[in-house]
């Protein structure tokens, strides 16, 4: 089976916190017509999604992982160079947990009965305590030949000139491209999560309910209270504040 990593994001364009990458591997062949487009679902039936994808790793179907960029590195960067930060970031993660795979033997051992296979993991295994990616990407090559990076929309955010990776983008193949789907599905639903919970902390936002896109009322208390330290400044400037 080809090692394919497919991707989506979310929080791309929100006035606060991070934007959340995920990608999804699928290690198995498996029914994924349980994946929908998670634009087209409730957000209970997104979070019923997740939980089925959570009981999939678990059976050693699928791996998934996330990587994100700060609402500090999309002001300094931009939003694109983040999501670019945050895809290298979701691969590591996804490496890390393939390697962990291999070493509790849940990988069929058909694939990996190579001495030089083994050595390249524990390489692997090096590098991701002090990342450098094209180096990385070179001694993943000699776990697996064949090995793509596929994301939903018309860019790659760079990545194509930065590793090694097969880039793939996908415009509009509805019915097509399920794990993208359920990549989106994890990426939307943990990243409202995390907006929920830290919605405690600053509740004269309420987080919780617009998950910090620039809803009219997202505006009004940013105009009343101004940016906390989880806004993205950048993103601001044509919001007038009080008192200024």
């Not at 295994?125 to 990076?149: A, D, G, M, R």
């Not at 590793?163 to 794990?179: E, R, S």
């Not at 940013?222 to 008192?243: M, V």
Request: hydrophobic letters at 40%; one cysteine or more.
């Amino acid at each position: 089976m080809k090692f394919k990593i497919f991707f989506d994001e979310a929080g791309r364009w929100p006035l606060a916190w991070p934007v959340v990458v995920w990608g999804v591997v699928k290690l198995e062949e498996f029914d994924d017509s349980i994946f929908k487009d998670s634009k087209k679902l409730s957000e209970k039936k997104r979070e019923q999604i997740f939980q089925q994808i959570q009981q999939l790793e678990k059976q050693n179907k699928l791996i998934f992982g996330f990587g994100y960029g700060t609402n500090e590195e999309i002001d300094k960067l931009w939003i694109v160079p983040a999501i670019n930060l945050a895809t290298k970031r979701t691969i590591l993660a996804i490496f890390a947990k393939y390697i962990k795979f291999f070493e509790n033997q849940i990988l069929p051992q058909k694939n990996f009965f190579d001495w030089n296979k083994f050595l390249a993991i524990q390489q692997l295994k090096q590098q991701i305590q002090s990342p450098h990616y094209p180096e990385l990407i070179q001694t993943f090559n000699k776990i697996e030949k064949l090995h793509w990076l596929i994301f939903d929309g018309n860019t790659d955010f760079w990545l194509s000139k930065d590793l090694n990776f097969k880039v793939i983008t996908v415009i509009k193949w509805d019915d097509k491209v399920p794990l993208i789907w359920a990549a989106s599905i994890v990426a939307k639903v943990t990243r409202d999560q995390r907006m929920k919970q830290i919605s405690d902390k600053y509740p004269q936002y309420n987080f919780a309910k617009h998950k910090g896109y620039g809803t009219k009322a997202h505006r009004q208390a940013i105009q009343q209270s101004w940016p906390c330290k989880l806004h993205r400044k950048t993103f601001l400037k044509n919001i007038p504040l009080n008192n200024q």
